[in-house]
């Protein structure tokens, strides 16, 4: 008897285990970004101009003059999105100082990291690297306040001082 009760009990847990069949294959996919700012349309292409200085303005090298304070704005940020900011550029013997490519001889252009938008001090920025700018806030914004200045490398010429640089972002 017992071995009947065996057998109908492992006859039931087959018939039960047919009654379990798949019936159905489910898929998942999505994405999974990292989060990103857009750049405000009036930060994309941006002239800043410096203005005119004399040579004998600049006494001695590593003199700077003409302090003209700008902004990057970021857009569309998440909120608590860690931003980072690289300047790339071309520089010359001082690696924050952008290679002038105008006809003067011996001035640069020189970037800063300000504090607050409007400052026409900062942090110099080294050209080339990874620079940490913030945390983006419940804004979804974050304006990055910089400034460009002449910077004296040598002993100069009068001439058009030209300067070009891109800047890139990373978020995380």
Do not use: E, H, W
């Not at 004998?56 to 857009?75: E, M, Q, R, S, W």
Request: proline share 2%.
């Amino acid at each position: 008897m017992k071995k009947l009760k065996i057998g109908i009990v492992a006859l039931g847990l087959t018939c039960a285990a047919s009654a379990f069949a798949a019936d159905a294959t489910l898929t998942f996919t999505g994405t999974i970004i990292l989060p990103t700012c857009t750049v405000d349309s009036n930060s994309v292409n941006q002239t800043i101009a410096l203005g005119t200085a004399r040579t004998t303005d600049f006494a001695a090298v590593g003199n700077t003059k003409n302090p003209t304070a700008f902004n990057i704005t970021l857009n569309n940020c998440a909120t608590n999105t860690n931003v980072a900011m690289t300047v790339n550029g071309t520089s010359d013997t001082v690696q924050s100082v952008l290679a002038n490519t105008g006809t003067a001889a011996q001035v640069g252009v020189q970037l800063l990291k300000a504090v607050n938008a409007g400052d026409t001090t900062g942090t110099p920025i080294t050209l080339n690297s990874s620079l940490s700018i913030g945390t983006v806030g419940a804004t979804n914004s974050l304006t990055i306040p910089m400034v460009a200045q002449f910077y004296r490398l040598g002993t100069m010429t009068g001439g058009t001082v030209s300067a070009t640089a891109t800047v890139n972002f990373a978020y995380n």
